[in-house]
């Protein structure tokens, strides 16, 4: 018995998986390609109302007293430290969900 007919086989179903993997990552890219835009815009008009906020925030404490704005800066730098708290946490949870999703493949 040859086994001349089984590597021919193989060689057709390794091309026939390379094809079905190629037409996946192009479908991909393509979606992603796509959403890519619209995230990015909604990031960026994120990113601008977040810069006028703190533009408009640092602009409203000029006009306190020394005493007063080292209050408020103290309280600001504060609030941030909240948001920064809360991203580090996003980020954490993100990457172990991740990591157990690549864990359980």
């Known amino acids: 018995m040859s086994s001349e007919p089984v590597k021919d086989k193989a060689k057709q179903t390794l091309k026939s998986v390379k094809q079905m993997l190629e037409k996946a990552e192009d479908s991909t890219r393509k979606a992603l390609d796509k959403a890519a835009p ?5 990031f960026d008009a994120s990113m601008e109302t977040a810069s006028k906020a703190f533009e408009k925030t640092m602009r409203s404490f000029e006009g306190a007293t020394a005493g007063d704005q080292v209050k408020l800066f103290k309280a600001y730098r504060k609030f941030l430290g909240g948001q ?11 990457e172990e969900k991740a990591q157990t999703k690549s864990q359980s493949k």
């Open 38 to 42: 619209t995230v990015q815009k909604s």
């Open 84 to 94: 920064v708290d809360f991203v580090e946490s996003r980020i954490k949870s993100l």
